[in-house]
Nanobody
């Protein structure tokens, strides 16, 4: 069974940094676009950053210059380095993969379980 397993959330003071990781596991050959979304209480889930297998990136305006998305294709893992964190970055962060090639065929629109990021002022 294919899963996206996240790690790295936590509590940090404003101005601090955190690094999130998300690994695709379960007979995975490769993954197309991987990304990070976040959802604050009472709000919709929004894109934070995404990255293609070739390394093309896309960022939400609110995180440009502070967050960096990267990936290790050999490990089918995506990372989100978050610097200069602000209280408004507080949310549950979800990893996403749009298409995963596995031993059992393609799997689409997979989500991680979510990891809480809390930034105190």
């Amino acid at each position: 069974q294919v899963q996206l397993v996240e790690s790295g959330g936590g509590l940090v003071q404003a101005g601090g940094s955190l690094r999130l990781s998300c690994a695709a596991s379960g007979s995975v050959f490769d993954v197309d676009v991987m990304g990070w979304y976040r959802q604050a209480p009472g709000k919709q889930r929004d894109l934070v950053a995404s990255i293609t297998r070739d390394g093309d990136t896309n960022y939400a305006d609110s995180v440009k210059g502070r967050f960096t998305v990267s990936r290790d294709n050999a490990k089918n893992t995506v990372y989100l380095q978050m610097n200069s964190l602000k209280p408004e970055d507080t949310a549950v962060y979800y990893c996403n993969a749009d298409r995963i090639r596995t031993a059992g065929g393609y799997k689409y629109l997979k989500w991680g379980q979510g990891t809480q990021v809390t930034v105190s002022s």
